[in-house]
């Protein structure tokens, strides 16, 4: 029990008096029987309201999105015959930021109400959400009633499968391009596969017109990329990969983006491998296609997170090449920032070729670039700083082209686009044939 802001006020009438009798002894009995009066009061409301009157349930999903918003509700039942105003709480876990907390709602007498809010996890990995806290004012409102409800629900906090979600949704309604440009075909088409209406993103040769002329609307020819193809997403979880850009470790924006493009490959018939590296091997998926692939990506990694330990490059190729047997595009999310992880990176990545097509993510660090681009003055206090940006953009540059010299594709990109433009360069490769 809490004392209520009423009975504080109550309770400040016997103070007063207590005061008085220093000057006027004969308001000592009053003050006794104000005082008897107040406790009474208080202890016959404490008894009214000792009884627990509100009873709740969570709802919450089992698999939480790193990174997004995630609805919680919350149910309360009322077993009282008087209507209550209950402030709630809730005990989540660490790593996470709450919308919506503490709520208020109204239950009518007998009644039930819910309330919502929003869940953002910071970190993945599996938590419990503990007990359910509730107030609310006894009878006579003298006091705050605080119950602690044993309700607890474990989930488990995955990448943006959200992403996943919405990509499928706009796949079944095929809007696909929605979220990813079409990829305009330079050349030889593939196996027809069906056809379907027109959207401003087709190139006007696919149009078919005797189609177009049955259904008196722009009709397209859509064409099956090859299947049954072979990506192996590589994910440094290296010390430099443990960075916070946009609210989120450059590794969570890595797997997010990866996940994204194991879906979009499985769904097009591909297979889909996985590793992920820090100092040592974190998990190895070998690659499989079908409706389970991206499943099997978020269980192997969901509790995998970056490291403050250097990344061990020769490791993690040498399991490459005893992994693949057969031509793959290699994805290799990473981040370097000096000469030794450089060269060890480009000699590594020259040694899938030929028999592999490698492509290397790298993540743009926008704080940086946004820093080396202002001009500076004389009597700028960040000039060094500048200067040292400027300087490292310039060696980020040169990576870039020996990557590519080296026969790689390179992905150069910030972190809240890798995973539109990493998808457009996968269906770019498949498009050109290249893999």
């Known amino acids: 029990m809490i004392p209520s802001r009423l009975l504080v006020l109550l309770m400040l009438g016997p103070v007063g008096l207590a005061a008085l009798t220093l000057v006027d002894e004969s308001l000592l009995w009053p003050m006794l029987m104000v005082d008897a009066a107040v406790i009474v009061l208080a202890l016959v409301d404490a008894a009214l309201g ?18 997004r918003n995630n609805a919680v509700t919350v149910q309360l039942r009322s077993s009282a015959r008087r209507s209550l105003v209950v402030d709630v709480t809730d005990e989540t876990f660490a790593h996470a930021e709450v919308d919506g907390l503490p709520g208020r709602v109204v239950l009518a007498p007998r009644g039930t109400a819910s309330m919502r809010y929003q869940l953002r996890p910071r970190r993945r990995g599996a938590y419990r959400l503990g007990g359910l806290t509730v107030r609310h004012a006894t009878p006579l409102r003298l006091w705050i009633r605080q119950r602690r409800l044993p309700v607890y629900d474990q989930v488990h906090v995955y990448p943006d499968v959200q992403a996943v979600r919405a990509y499928e949704l706009l796949a079944r309604q095929d809007r696909t391009h929605a979220m990813v440009r079409a990829t305009r075909r330079p050349g030889g088409e593939n196996e027809f596969e069906r056809l379907r209406e027109y959207s401003r993103d087709d190139e006007y040769r696919a149009i078919d017109w005797k189609a177009t002329a049955r259904r008196q609307k722009l009709i397209a020819r859509q064409y099956q990329l090859e299947r049954n193809q072979t990506i192996t997403l590589a994910l440094d979880a290296g010390r430099l990969m443990t960075v916070q850009t946009q609210g989120l470790p450059l590794f969570d924006h890595a797997l997010n983006a990866a996940l994204m493009l194991g879906h979009v490959a499985s769904r097009g018939g591909d297979r889909v491998g996985m590793l992920t590296f820090a100092d040592d091997i974190k998990a190895a998926l070998a690659p499989t296609g079908g409706r389970s692939a991206t499943a099997r990506l978020v269980r192997a990694t969901y509790d995998i997170h970056a490291e403050l330990v250097e990344s061990d490059f020769g490791q993690a190729f040498t399991r490459l090449g005893h992994q693949l047997r057969q031509r793959s595009l290699v ?16 000699r590594y990545t020259r040694g899938l070729l030929p028999k592999h097509l490698p492509l290397v993510i790298l993540l743009r660090d926008t704080e940086l670039e946004s820093m080396a681009l202002v001009r500076p003055s004389d009597d700028d206090p960040r000039l060094f700083e500048r200067a040292a940006a400027a300087e490292l953009l310039g060696w980020r540059d040169r990576l870039v082209r020996r990557l590519r010299q080296a026969g790689a594709n390179v992905l150069d990109v910030e972190p809240r686009q890798l995973t539109v433009q990493l998808v457009n360069r996968y269906l770019e490769i498949k498009v050109r044939h290249l893999l």
Do not use: I, P
């Open 50 to 67: 000792a009884k627990g009157l509100v009873t709740g349930t969570r709802k919450v999903r089992s698999v939480l999105s790193v990174g």
């Open 331 to 346: 994805v290799v999310f990473t981040q370097v920032h000096d000469d030794a992880s450089a060269d060890e990176l480009v």
